[in-house]
C-alpha cells in the first residue's frame, strides 16, 4: 500500500524526515520541491501514465467486445448513436468528470503528490465543477443546433468532398482537441477524463456522420 502512495519511500521513513525537515525550517520549499521531484517525479509518472493505457486499453477492448469487432473492416461498420442517446451521453460524460474531478485531486492528495504547504484540493474541485456544470447548457444547446439537420441512421465512417466547409471545420477542431485532451489525460493518468474524452469523441464522430448524410440524401 505505502508503494501505491509513495513510490520511493516505500520501506524507509524518509519521507516523514523530509516533511519534519520543512516543518522545522531546515529546508525551503524550493529544496523540499527539488528533493520531492527528484525522488518521485519518474516514479509517479509511470504510475499515471500506466494508470492511463490500462484505463484506455479496458476501454478499447470493451468497446471492441460490445460492438462485436472483430476485422478491421468492422470498425467502418460502427453506426452513429441515436438522437436519444446522444443526449444521455453527453450529459453523462459531464456528471462522470464532475465525479471523476473529486477523485482525481483526492487520490493524488491520498498518494501524497502534494507539499504539505500546498493549498487545499478544495479549490480546483471547485472551480473544475464549477466549469463543467457551465458547459451542460451550452453543448446541449450546440447538440441541438447540430441535430436539426441530420440523418443518424447511417455509419460513422460517411465520406463527403463538397460543401459543408463550416461543418466540416467545427467537426474538425473538436475531434482535435478531444484526441489532444485524450493523449494528456491518458499521459496524466486521468480515468475520468479519459472515458469522457472518448465518449464526446463517438458524439462528434456521430453528429459528423449524421450531418453529412443528410446532405447526402439532400443532394
Same mark, same amino acid.
Given at each position: 500500500? !505505502?508503494?501505491?502512495r509513495?513510490?520511493?519511500?516505500?520501506?524507509?521513513?524518509?519521507?516523514?524526515?523530509?516533511?519534519?525537515?520543512?516543518?522545522?525550517?531546515?529546508?525551503?520549499?524550493?529544496?523540499?520541491?527539488?528533493?520531492?521531484?527528484?525522488?518521485?517525479?519518474?516514479?509517479?509518472?509511470?504510475?499515471?501514465?500506466?494508470?492511463?493505457?490500462?484505463?484506455?486499453?479496458?476501454?478499447?477492448?470493451?468497446?471492441?467486445?460490445?460492438?462485436?469487432?472483430?476485422?478491421?473492416?468492422?470498425? !467502418?461498420?460502427?453506426?452513429?448513436?441515436?438522437?436519444?442517446?446522444?443526449?444521455?451521453?453527453?450529459?453523462?460524460?459531464? !456528471?462522470? !468528470?464532475?465525479?471523476?474531478?473529486?477523485?482525481?485531486?483526492?487520490?493524488?492528495?491520498?498518494?501524497?503528490?502534494?507539499?504539505?504547504?500546498?493549498?487545499?484540493?478544495?479549490?480546483?474541485?471547485?472551480?473544475?465543477?464549477?466549469?463543467?456544470?457551465?458547459c451542460?447548457?451550452?453543448?446541449?444547446?450546440?447538440?441541438?443546433?447540430?441535430?436539426?439537420?441530420?440523418?443518424?441512421?447511417?455509419?460513422?465512417?460517411?465520406?463527403y468532398?463538397?460543401?459543408?466547409?463550416?461543418?466540416?471545420?467545427?467537426?474538425?477542431?473538436?475531434?482535435?482537441?478531444?484526441?489532444?485532451?485524450?493523449?494528456?489525460?491518458?499521459?496524466?493518468?486521468?480515468?475520468?477524463?479519459?472515458?469522457?474524452?472518448?465518449?464526446?469523441?463517438?458524439?462528434?464522430?456521430?453528429?459528423?456522420?449524421?450531418?453529412?448524410?443528410?446532405?447526402?440524401?439532400?443532394?
Amino acid at each position: 500500500m !505505502l508503494y501505491i502512495r509513495i513510490p520511493k519511500y516505500s520501506t524507509t521513513n524518509e519521507y516523514i524526515i523530509l516533511n519534519e525537515e520543512y516543518a522545522k525550517g531546515v529546508i525551503s520549499r524550493e529544496k523540499y520541491l527539488d528533493e520531492f521531484n527528484k525522488n518521485n517525479y519518474i516514479r509517479i509518472s509511470i504510475m499515471d501514465v500506466g494508470n492511463g493505457l490500462i484505463t484506455f486499453s479496458v476501454l478499447a477492448l470493451a468497446f471492441i467486445y460490445v460492438k462485436k469487432i472483430n476485422q478491421w473492416k468492422d470498425f !467502418l461498420k460502427i453506426k452513429a448513436a441515436k438522437k436519444i442517446n446522444l443526449f444521455l451521453l453527453l450529459n453523462g460524460s459531464l !456528471l462522470l !468528470l464532475i465525479f471523476g474531478i473529486y477523485f482525481y485531486y483526492n487520490y493524488r492528495a491520498w498518494r501524497n503528490d502534494y507539499p504539505p504547504y500546498a493549498d487545499s484540493v478544495g479549490i480546483p474541485i471547485f472551480y473544475n465543477t464549477l466549469f463543467y456544470l457551465l458547459c451542460i447548457i451550452p453543448l446541449n444547446l450546440f447538440l441541438c443546433l447540430v441535430l436539426i439537420k441530420s440523418d443518424l441512421q447511417t455509419p460513422l465512417y460517411v465520406k463527403y468532398t463538397k460543401g459543408l466547409i463550416v461543418w466540416r471545420c467545427i467537426f474538425f477542431l473538436s475531434l482535435l482537441l478531444l484526441i489532444t485532451m485524450l493523449i494528456s489525460s491518458v499521459i496524466d493518468g486521468d480515468h475520468a477524463s479519459i472515458i469522457g474524452d472518448l465518449t464526446l469523441i463517438y458524439i462528434v464522430l456521430s453528429l459528423r456522420a449524421g450531418k453529412i448524410k443528410y446532405y447526402l440524401n439532400k443532394s
